[in-house]
């Protein structure tokens, strides 16, 4: 599943451009964070039509690390450009509703206020090295999610992560918040 601009379907409500936090527990979105786009392709380009984007948090703490693949004949994007990332259970624009594209199709979804998505499965979760606060040290994870060979892989402070679990389907989904074209 790619998603290019589709026109709203009816008035969606933006979300908030605010520091992110886990969001709230009858979310489908499980974690979101805006991301400044770092490096494209770090370790050279090794398919047509696929970039490899390398981003970090816009938010210093906790900081979050991202290596993500997506369609490049689809969805462009620069170095420097900002962006919002999302993962959501579904596609629905409550925490009740679709789990399936073709349930959205025609209605209001979580495809309106994106500009790119990805179906996929998250197949790995680990402990990484973590970093540390003013009191205790803070566990960070490692997050895996192939989309049909599109892969992503986000660090971050375990607490942003823990609501996404090995063999979960998620939808990876991604908005500019400025463009640099």
Known sequence: LHHRNRPPAGDVPSPSLEPL?????MSNIIF???FRVEEINPDGNKFDKVSRLMCRGIHPKPA????VDINSEIFEVKVDERLRIAIARHLSLDARGAEHYEDVVGKPSLLDEYDYAMHGIAYKYKQVQGG???????????VHIS??????????????LANIKVDDQVYTLIRRIDSVF
């Open 21 to 25: 936090s886990a969001p709230p527990a």
């Open 64 to 67: 979050v690390e991202l290596l």
């Open 132 to 142: 540390s606060t003013e009191t205790h040290q803070v566990p960070e994870v490692e």
């Open 32 to 34: 979101q964070e805006e």
């Open 147 to 160: 989309h049909g060979g599109l892969l992503a892989r986000i660090i971050a402070d375990e607490r942003q």
